[in-house]
C-alpha cells in the first residue's frame, strides 16, 4: 500500500503542477485545452491509484467507514471523480485545479491515520443505521467538496469579469452556465445533507439517548449551520430570485461548517 501511496501523491502532485501552470501570454485556445486535458488525465491517474490504494486498505481490513479519516479519503476521492465527470459534460475542467489538492489532503489523511475511529460515546459503527449515516456524510463531503469548487471558481470568474480581466473562451463554460451549474450541485447535496443529519441524530439517540446530543452540541450546530446554509440557497433563488455571488458565498459557508465537524471528530480521535 505505500508504494501505492507515494504514486498517488505524485500523481496528484503533478495534477496540481499541471493545473498551476500559467499559460504562456497569447496561447491559443486550442493549445490552452491540450494543457487542460493533460491535467485532467493526470488527475485521472491519481484518482485511479487513489481507488487501489483505498482497495489495499479494505485488503487489510480498514473499511472506508471505519474511521472518520478513512471515511474522508473516502469522500475526497468521490469528490475528485465527480471534479472530472462534471468538468468533462460541462466543460469546467478547471474544477480540477481546485479538488486535486483536496484529493491529496484526503488521500494523506486516510493513509496516515487509517482505522483510528471516534466511538465514544458512539459505539463502533455496525448497525444498519450508523452505515448508513457515515455512507450519507462521505457522499455529502464529495458533493460538497464539488458544489464548493464550482462557486470558488464562479467568485473567482465573476470577480476577473469585473476587472476586465478575463473573457469566455469560445467552447467554454459562460458564467451564467457555472451558476446554473453551482445550483444544480447544490439542488443535489441538500437532500443527502439532510438524511446525514436525520440518520445522525437517530444514531445518536438509540446509542446514548436523547442525552447524549447535548454532548455533541458542536456537531449539532455545524450540521445545521450548513444546512441552514445550504436550504437558504435554495429557497431564496425560488423566492426572491437570489443567485450569483451570494449563493456562492453561502455554499462556503456550508462547506466550512462541514469541514468543521470533520475536523472536530479528527480532533476527538
Not at 459503527?125 to 455512507?135: D, F, Q, V, W
Not at 436525520?198 to 456537531?219: F, H, M, P
Not at 455545524?222 to 437570489?242: Q, Y
Request: net charge positive; proline share 4%; hydrophobic share 55%.
Amino acid at each position: 500500500m505505500l508504494v501505492l501511496f507515494i504514486l498517488a501523491s505524485l500523481a496528484y502532485g503533478a495534477a496540481i503542477f499541471a493545473y498551476a501552470l500559467d499559460p504562456p501570454a497569447g496561447e491559443a485556445h486550442a493549445n490552452a485545452k491540450s494543457r487542460e486535458t493533460r491535467a485532467a488525465i493526470l488527475l485521472a491517474i491519481a484518482a485511479a491509484l487513489h481507488v487501489a490504494c483505498i482497495g489495499a486498505q479494505c485488503v487489510a481490513g480498514e473499511h472506508p467507514f471505519g474511521s472518520v479519516f478513512l471515511a474522508t479519503s473516502f469522500g475526497a476521492l468521490i469528490a475528485v471523480v465527480g471534479a472530472l465527470v462534471v468538468g468533462r459534460i460541462r466543460r469546467a475542467g478547471t474544477l480540477g485545479a481546485i479538488v486535486a489538492p483536496v484529493g491529496l489532503l484526503g488521500l494523506s489523511l486516510g493513509v496516515m491515520f487509517g482505522a483510528t475511529g471516534v466511538h465514544d460515546p458512539l459505539p463502533a459503527p455496525t448497525g444498519a443505521l450508523a452505515k448508513a449515516h457515515i455512507g450519507l456524510a462521505t457522499a455529502g463531503l464529495g458533493g460538497f467538496t464539488i458544489a464548493a469548487g464550482i462557486a470558488a471558481l464562479y467568485l473567482t470568474m465573476d470577480r476577473r469579469l469585473r476587472l476586465k480581466r478575463w473573457k469566455p473562451q469560445p467552447g467554454g463554460l459562460s458564467l451564467t452556465g457555472l451558476e446554473r451549474l453551482h445550483y444544480h450541485a447544490v439542488m443535489l447535496v441538500a437532500p443527502v445533507l439532510t438524511l446525514t443529519i436525520v440518520t445522525g441524530v437517530l444514531w445518536t439517540v438509540k446509542s446514548g439517548g436523547v442525552a447524549a446530543i447535548g454532548g455533541r452540541w458542536i456537531e449539532v450546530l455545524m450540521a445545521a449551520a450548513a444546512w441552514l446554509c445550504s436550504a437558504a440557497i435554495l429557497v431564496m433563488r425560488a423566492t426572491l430570485g437570489v443567485r450569483g455571488r451570494k449563493s456562492a458565498l453561502l455554499t462556503l459557508a456550508a462547506f466550512a461548517c462541514t469541514l468543521l465537524v470533520l475536523v472536530w471528530y479528527g480532533v476527538r480521535a
